[in-house]
């Protein structure tokens, strides 16, 4: 059984920063990749971004290049959010997801973590 555990969320002001953490566990295979989705309140869930395994390709929605940095600890079985210059469309629930392949579609992940939310108060 695989899990995914979100942490780091919380209320920060806009312009601020946030580290959001996705703890892997589970048989889960060590080359999957991982990703970051966010669903708003009445939002469907959008990609964020994602990363591959080796961490060595990423890719960012448009509307966080920039501002948003995923990084990932294979020997922790962790990924990482870093947003930076937070603002107030920002505001979501995250989620992390993990996937054989690099990818920007919700379909391309197989496991989800239970979201952890994030409010910029602008």
């Known amino acids: 059984q695989v899990q995914l555990v979100e942490s780091g969320g919380g209320l920060v002001q806009a312009g601020g920063s946030l580290r959001l953490s996705c703890a892997a566990s589970g048989r889960i295979s060590s080359t999957y990749a991982m990703g970051w989705f966010r669903q708003a309140p009445g939002k469907e869930r959008e990609f964020v971004a994602t990363?591959?395994?080796?961490?060595?390709?990423?890719r960012y929605a448009d509307s966080v290049k920039g501002r948003f940095t995923i990084s990932r600890d294979n020997a922790k079985n962790t990924v990482y959010l870093q947003m930076n210059s937070l603002t107030a469309e920002d505001t979501a629930v995250y989620y992390c997801?993990?996937?054989?392949?690099?990818?920007?579609?919700?379909?391309?992940?197989?496991?989800w973590g239970q979201g952890t939310q994030v409010t910029v108060s602008s």
């Open positions: 997801a993990a996937g054989p392949l690099i990818a920007t579609l919700n379909n391309g992940y197989d496991y």
């Open positions: 990363i591959t395994w080796s961490g060595g390709r990423t």
